[in-house]
């Protein structure tokens, strides 16, 4: 251990333990989601949800994962095979880079980069490129259809995102995760910017396909839409990777508008996983209230009310900045 | 060597495996991938040349609006089209080396030429440096670029637009 | 660690990178492929110029390297309709059998 530690750095063996730290959480939290996912639901049906497995049903997302892990693994004969199994994998990076420069306590970060926004955001457009491949290298005219719409979804999206995201880096002057949660100290960016917010938060839902944006993978339409024809632990990764983002886009939020781990009393920590669960919990509850739009309305949202909403946004943030 | 020597020189094959994957691939599909590689090595090679946010702006860029941008005209014109016969014939062949030949000697040339060092050595490439940049001696440069990207904005709707009328 | 890494070592690669961009554009026929050798190339001249910014501890290079991939994008929107029309009136988007003005 102290060959391996003297022999590549410290930095780099720090780097790397907070790397598997990562691992090990975006597992966690993937399991919580479910589990949490399919309570809700019941609850806004007037259901119990899972109860069975393990008190109020904690168990049974394991139960879950056990069954997918025990599953044939299916491999279509007419797929691209090389992009077919690269898509899975792929789509995994950028949740793994993400997970890098979040700031989960005032200490609890695994990098502090100076870009660190940017990565996130460039590495998030990995992710249209994996959905693409898997969507074309499945074979299928769902998965491709589903596929295509996307990244369209996530091209129009990912424009009112950043542009909403654009006013508090303007007001902190840094790109540094970890200088924007600092600069909350006093008052929380979602007062200052709750315009920004509301945008971003529409956008990320869109970002991750969740219902009302759920097109891509409208199952009454396209059956599953990019990952029809995955099975078992490739779907599983599919899967894994939507819940994780999940959890980012809410991370993210809470840490340029809510504060990040900011808080009385509690630990940073528990702040902060207190208000990104939140989050999560309210894209959940939107899961289960509105119905899906339309391909034309998901698309006139961003391009005729997000992205000049955010522009004016943006002007009347220079503009008092500057006063 | 060390541990930033052996990553530099992965970034290496892998930019270049990518970007002949991309011209040498029969498939477009596999071509985009290619060049999708590439771009993440020289994105890795401007992390080396201390640029992080140029680096980052290059994924966010290259991979994400290009890149994409090419994998929508292939969906749109690939899967339907017959397949030509890509491979190539003498002279083209005798092109390919030629060019090949002069852009690397000039290469050479430039970069066994004397090369001057200048400035200070502990010059920092900060993102607030290239801002400052952008906003004092190029404002009309950066102005006329976003009017250039305003005019090909209009221009794609009017081309999609006008092929959908012609209907 | 990161630092020691010679940016004459990068005009080298580019200058390889170029080359097979250039390569590329010349023999292939598909126009997408083309342009995507048109990329790799402008790929390579911001290589050269981010390397050249850093030996030379100068801001230039990497401001210029905003602009041309700029142009790039524009060029990949206004390029790809076009590729698209092209496809749609002709049914092709192979270089030699484009060769109608008016379509």
Redo the contacts between chains.
């Keep these: 251990m102290e060959q391996i530690v003297s022999m590549i750095?410290w930095k780099t063996a720090k780097t790397i333990a907070g790397l598997v730290g990562v691992l090990i959480f975006v597992v966690f939290n993937a399991l919580i989601l479910t589990w949490a996912e399919r309570k809700v639901a019941g609850h806004m049906q007037r259901r119990i949800g899972p109860k069975e497995v393990g008190p109020y049903g904690l168990i049974q997302p394991i139960a879950d994962a056990l069954k997918l892990l025990g599953k044939e693994i299916l491999t279509p004969r007419a797929v691209d095979r090389p992009l077919y199994f690269l898509a899975p994998i792929l789509i995994f990076v950028p949740v793994l880079v993400s997970f890098i420069v979040i700031p989960f306590d005032a200490s609890l970060q695994v990098k502090d980069i100076n870009v660190g926004i940017l990565v996130i955001l460039a590495f998030s457009s990995l992710s249209v490129l994996s959905i693409l491949m898997a969507g074309w290298g499945s074979n299928n005219k769902y998965a491709l259809i589903g596929a295509i719409r996307s990244v369209a979804q996530n091209i129009a999206y990912e424009i009112p995102l950043l542009l909403a995201l654009l006013p508090v880096i303007m007001m902190t002057n840094s790109f540094s995760l970890k200088a924007i949660v600092e600069a909350q100290k006093g008052l929380w960016f979602v007062f200052y910017q709750p315009l920004a917010f509301c945008i971003y938060f529409i956008a990320s839902v869109a970002e991750t396909n969740r219902t009302p944006f759920d097109l891509p993978e409208a199952e009454s339409e396209l059956v599953a839409g990019y990952h029809t024809e995955y099975s078992g632990m490739r779907f599983a990764l599919f899967f894994l990777a939507e819940y994780t983002n999940i959890f980012i886009v809410s991370a993210i939020a809470v840490t340029f508008f809510l504060g990040g781990y900011q808080g009385p009393f509690l630990p940073g920590i528990i702040w902060f996983l207190l208000k990104s669960y939140l989050l999560v919990f309210v894209i959940m509850w939107l899961r289960w209230t509105f119905p899906r739009v339309r391909f034309d309305q998901l698309l006139n949202i961003s391009w005729k009310a997000l992205i000049p909403l955010a522009f004016i946004n943006l002007l009347l943030t220079g503009g008092l900045l500057k006063l | 060597m060390?541990?930033?020597?052996i990553i530099?020189l992965l970034i290496?094959i892998v930019?270049?495996g990518g970007?002949?994957m991309?011209?040498?691939s029969g498939s477009?599909v596999y071509?985009?991938m290619g060049?999708v590689t590439?771009?993440f090595g020289?994105a890795g090679?401007?992390?080396?040349?201390?640029?992080p946010f140029?680096a980052m702006?290059?994924i966010l860029?290259?991979v994400g609006?290009?890149s994409v941008?090419?994998a929508?005209?292939?969906m749109?014109?690939?899967p339907l089209?017959r397949r030509?016969k890509?491979w190539?014939t003498a002279g083209?062949?005798g092109?390919?080396l030629g060019?090949?030949l002069v852009?690397?000697f000039?290469?050479?040339r430039?970069?066994t030429g004397t090369?001057?060092?200048?400035?200070?050595?502990f010059?920092d490439?900060t993102t607030k440096?290239?801002g400052r940049?952008?906003f004092d001696n190029?404002v009309l440069?950066f102005e006329l670029?976003s009017l250039?990207?305003v005019v090909?904005?209009l221009?794609?709707i009017m081309?999609?637009l006008?092929?959908r009328g012609n209907k | 660690?990161?630092?020691?890494?010679p940016?004459?070592l990068?005009?080298?690669?580019?200058?390889?990178?170029?080359?097979?961009?250039?390569?590329?554009a010349?023999?292939?026929?598909?126009v997408?492929?083309v342009?995507?050798?048109i990329?790799?190339m402008l790929?390579a001249v911001?290589?050269v110029f981010?390397?050249a910014?850093?030996?030379?501890?100068?801001?230039d290079g990497?401001?210029f390297?905003?602009?041309i991939?700029?142009?790039?994008?524009?060029e990949?929107?206004?390029g790809?309709?076009?590729?698209?029309?092209v496809?749609?009136l002709q049914n092709?988007?192979?270089a030699y059998?484009v060769h109608l003005l008016k379509g």
């Design positions: 750095g | 060390n541990f930033g020597e530099f290496i930019t270049m970007a002949l991309a011209i040498l477009i071509a985009l060049l590439a771009m020289v090679l401007y992390i080396y040349l201390d640029s140029l702006m290059q860029i290259y609006a290009v941008l090419i929508f005209a292939v749109l014109i690939g089209y030509p890509e190539t083209k062949f092109a390919a060019v090949a852009t690397l000039m290469f050479v430039f970069v090369f001057p060092r200048g400035g200070n050595p010059f490439m440096e290239i940049l952008f190029l440069p670029i250039l990207i090909a904005i221009g794609a081309l999609a006008f092929s | 660690m990161l630092q020691e890494i940016s004459g990068c005009f080298i690669l580019s200058g390889i990178l170029f080359t097979i961009g250039a390569i590329g010349i023999i292939r026929r598909n997408i492929v342009f995507m050798c990329e790799l790929n911001n290589l981010i390397a910014a850093n030996a030379l501890s100068s801001m990497s401001v390297v905003f602009f991939m700029t142009v790039a994008a524009v990949a929107a206004v790809l309709a076009i590729f698209v029309m496809f749609r092709t988007v192979n059998e």
